[in-house]
């Protein structure tokens, strides 16, 4: 048998005791008890206070079962305030779960948190992000106040209502405006310094956390062993150790800044390049691929403190064939659990995903539970989820151990996040959160063909492939500001290739050519110069421009192999 299951049993026994103790120190009738025993009550209820997995196991005792299955639930909803939202929000509210706000859905299915969703034009999960609730820094601050006060009135409300969102940087960023925006995380691998990947993922937590979001889906613990699209540079790089140093720094700087981190996607979306918001990838490496090179960085994550570990839709036919991760018990309990450790919070991936798609809400949403997960996220339909699992809860199919289970782990991750104090909204965008996210940008920029620490020669003309205006904008401003001037045409011409870009993109007579996502296209340009900074952040911009200035040279090292190319040609 699992581990969950003997720890689900364990953690119901644990819960049944110690409700019974408390029922029993409370009873009018009876002996009175022995000195020993009378002291023995406070010790223990006092024992809990400063104790996560104790205050949650205690709070899980007195819930009903309405509220067992809230807080396993955390959908997403329309609208960028609590309580107040316009008529189209409303009725996505009302399709999504027969509500008309945020606030209405938390009160109505007890919920035990919610996902903040939005997407940019480059984003690949764009597909299942419906809408968006954010805006901007405050109102955002004001939308997640506005949920905790809702949900402050439930039975579980002395746990933390949970506000997650995936805030992973790079392509995949909820929140852009007025924040601190680090470089993505293949341009951390090409940095290959945990420490400074720490330091700025620090910064990044303390502004999450200003905000009033206090979980988020990342880091990307993905191995990149193929050329996938949906991943890409969201992974930190193809080598499986150096990813897992990544992760780990990820991890702690997120964690001592108040924000649970969830690594993702387990077993590992990297190892397949196709796409599940579309379709189930297929994971065919062995086993011992799986050890080798999927499992470091999410062994690095769990050993590192990791509150949470999101699962993945992935068929991984070495461990259980035909059947996404999850809804595999094979995976997400044998394995995740029994093999490496982890005691945490197990989320889904988004559940209105098409590989979750093909049962009904309510039948997922029992099956992924079933499977190990803790968290069902992003549902389709709340109320048919939320039904699902009452009726599977009192007709014994979904027994009521593993959802106790379920929910003592999620409200122990609450209460490892309790009584911490907010950060001021002036924390956002600050000098000392910039200096971390530039440092990481400088130390990623790679050269990959040319002369190393040469200057580009003359006046500079910036060209990009479609649509990157606002990027060509960036790097003309960082250049003038590090004295190089820019003219519109004639100059040495700088092109610029970003996400989704191939060789179409290139530009025959650019001197330089510059990739801001996975570098592949670099292996077709004919440029006597290529570098490669990962990310078209502002600070990652500012950083390549200090390295076609000659201010600095370029230390980072490509993460990811490339076919007739080094790691980097800058090796003096």
Known sequence: ??????????????????????????????????????????????????????????????????????????????????????????????????VDTPAEM???YRL???????????????????????????????????????????????????VGTDQEYGVVTRITDGVTTLPSALAAGAAGDPARTEAAWRAAGTELAAMGVNLDFAPVADVLA????????????????????????AVQGLQSAGVAA?????????????????????????????????????????????????????????????TPATFSHKLLTDVLRGQLGFQGVVITDGMNMPPAKRYPPGEAAVKALLAGNDLILMTPNVGQAYDGLLAALRDGSLPRDRLVSAV??????????????????????????????????????????GECGTKVSGPVTVTTSAGRDRTRAALTEALTAAGVRVVSKGGTRVHLVGYGDGPKDLAAGAAVTVAMDTPYVLEKATSPTLLATYS???????????????????????????TGLPATSCTG
């Open 1 to 98: 048998m699992g581990r969950v299951s003997i720890s689900s049993r364990r953690a119901g026994i644990a819960v049944a005791a110690l409700t019974t103790l408390l029922a029993s120190g409370c009873a009018g009738e009876g002996p009175a008890p022995s000195p020993a025993l009378s002291g023995a009550v406070p010790t223990a209820a006092a024992s809990t206070a400063g104790d996560p997995a104790g205050r949650a196991a205690a709070l899980a005792g007195t819930l009903g079962d309405e509220d067992l299955v809230g807080q396993v639930l955390m959908p997403y909803a329309y609208g960028s305030s609590a309580t107040t939202v316009t008529p189209g929000s409303a009725a996505g509210n009302q399709a999504l779960g027969g």
């Open 536 to 562: 078209s952040s502002r600070a990652s911009m500012t950083a390549l421009a200090e390295v076609l200035a000659g201010r600095s040279r370029a230390t980072g090292r490509s993460p990811v192999p490339l």
């Open 106 to 108: 938390i009160a109505k």
């Open 262 to 322: 969830s690594v993702k996607h387990f077993p590992g979306h990297g190892l397949s390049a196709a796409d599940s918001h579309e379709e189930v990838p297929v994971v065919g490496q062995s086993r011992a691929e799986l050890e080798a090179t999927a499992f470091p960085p999410f062994r690095a994550g769990i050993d590192a403190g990791a509150m949470a570990v999101m699962s993945a839709h992935l068929d991984v036919t070495a461990v259980d064939p035909g």
């Open 408 to 449: 003592t782990r999620v409200l122990t991750m609450k209460f490892r996040l309790a009584d911490r104090p907010t950060p001021a909204m002036s924390t956002l965008d600050s000098a000392p959160h910039r200096a971390a996210a530039a440092e990481l940008a400088a130390a990623a920029v790679t050269q990959l063909r």
């Open 112 to 162: 035990g948190g919610l996902i903040l969703v939005g997407f940019s034009a480059d984003d690949p999960t764009s597909g299942n992000q419906s809408t968006t609730n954010v805006d901007n820094p405050a109102q955002v601050r004001e939308l997640t106040t506005g949920l905790r006060e809702a949900a402050g009135k439930l039975a579980a409300g002395p746990a933390p209502f949970l």
């Open 226 to 249: 193929t050329r996938s699209t949906v991943i890409g540079s969201r992974s930190f790089g193809a080598d499986p150790q150096r990813a897992a140093a990544q992760v780990t720094g």
